[in-house]
């Protein structure tokens, strides 16, 4: 099944890919007019009009590249007589989703070493690791035409149709096969007005080392509201059947898409095709999409990737010797506070009963350097490495000093603290 540029698709489409890389702000005005209409405006066009098809394809594979085009065509485009499906793959990345904690999501401190990037998306849902074993797609619609599962059927369709490959969508709408109930796709979606897009994954040859190894999550104490991933058991495509190969794949999906009818989501053949928009190469640049570069900037910065990040609460636990307590091991307690991916506060809990404590018990804010720093796993390390290094003996908390009320400052401790 051969890829194949249709030539009527430069002459009818209202996004005309030679118009962009000529005249890119005339076709960026066109697309504009979608703020324009009104809502009877548009119920009459599309009455009058019918729906056609595109197949996007990114030339790029940088994530952040990706997900500003996926973000521009989004708040861009006109899609109520005009709907696209973008492919679109990535080199390796963890991308989290919007509401999520990346610290608990993904092996943040080795990401680097890796050679992985960590990007955040913005709609919702779990995270997953993406490189060039895995194809990503995106699909466009008015928000009254979304259908997020007729999505996963043309998917699973097309599966069926080239390598006979059975699937089936679970209940949290999931690609799966049926055999052995792995999942070969995740998926996720924004809803806004006028437009709606839903996007998922496939997993076709994808690296499963580094995946687990970019997933790996410690147990750091996090304690948040933010969304969590719901781990599930995965299969590349290429196990099922050695060829799948990702060109083939996007090959069978673009067409398996192209002939499915936009209304009924019935199969209309190669009629149906021969009336849709075909197969277009999309070059993501600031000439073609006026404006990209300032949202790929945006989705590349720590203020989105890190900065985003929902409040949450770091606590650490550590055992105090019991000739220093006078009777059974008890526990000290450590705490940060994050905001905005910042450290507003640290604190430290100490239990009744500590001798070297002069009587105090309770929560004491820590007097650090570390407060109104970013958070990152070194700040509990050093903080960790700072309490083990006290052994809680005579003379550790009887020279605390109060610094305002329940202040905390150990003679100790404060060199270590401050230091940091």
Not at 340 to 349: A, H
Request: aromatic fraction near 10%; glycine fraction near 6%; include cysteine.
């Amino acid at each position: 099944m051969a890829l194949v540029l249709c030539k009527n698709v430069l002459k009818t489409s209202q996004f005309s890919l030679v118009s962009l890389s000529r005249s890119s702000s005339g076709v960026f005005s066109s697309c504009m007019l979608k703020n324009s209409y009104s809502k009877s405006a548009s119920e009459k066009t599309e009455e009058n009009s019918p729906v056609t098809k595109s197949v996007f394809i990114s030339q790029s594979s940088d994530v952040f590249t990706n997900l500003a085009l996926e973000d521009w065509l989004y708040k861009n485009f006109d899609f109520t007589n005009h709907h696209v499906l973008l492919l679109w793959r990535n080199s390796p990345c963890v991308v989290i989703g919007r509401h999520q904690n990346p610290w608990l999501e993904a092996n943040t401190a080795n990401l680097s070493y890796q050679g992985v990037e960590l990007a955040r998306r913005n709609s919702g849902g779990g995270t997953v690791y993406h490189d060039r074993g895995n194809l990503n797609l995106t699909f466009f619609t008015p928000r009254n035409k979304y259908n997020r599962r007729n999505n996963l059927e043309i998917i699973s369709r097309a599966l069926y149709r080239e390598w006979g490959i059975e699937t089936s969508i679970s209940p949290r709408e999931d690609v799966i096969v049926e055999e052995n109930y792995k999942q070969i796709s995740g998926t996720a979606s924004k809803l806004g007005r006028p437009n709606a897009y839903h996007h998922c994954t496939l997993l076709v040859d994808v690296n499963k080392i580094s995946l687990r190894q970019s997933l790996l999550k410690q147990d750091m104490g996090i304690s948040t509201n933010a969304t969590k991933s719901v781990p599930a058991p995965i299969i590349n495509l290429c196990e099922i059947n050695r060829q799948v190969k990702i060109g083939k794949l996007l090959s069978a999906i673009g067409w398996e898409y192209l002939r499915t009818c936009p209304i009924t989501f019935e199969d209309g053949g190669k009629e149906q095709i021969s009336k849709q928009r075909g197969f277009q190469m999309i070059n993501p640049t600031e000439s073609w999409f006026p404006g990209l570069e300032k949202i790929k900037e945006e989705f590349s910065s720590w203020d989105w990737c890190y900065g985003k990040t929902p409040k949450f609460e770091v606590t650490r636990s550590f055992p105090v010797c019991q000739e220093t307590t006078g009777e059974s091991t008890k526990e000290l307690k450590i705490t940060l506070f994050v905001e905005k991916g910042i450290i507003q506060n640290v604190t430290l809990t100490v239990p009744p009963g500590i001798k070297s404590a002069n009587g105090f018990h309770g929560e004491a804010r820590v007097v650090t350097s570390l407060r109104g720093r970013r958070f990152s796993e070194e700040a509990v390390f050093i903080l960790e490495n700072s309490l083990q290094a006290m052994k809680f003996h005579e003379n550790d908390l009887v020279h605390t000093v109060a610094v305002g009320k329940n202040d905390f400052l150990g003679n100790r401790r404060q060199h270590a603290i401050h230091s940091m």
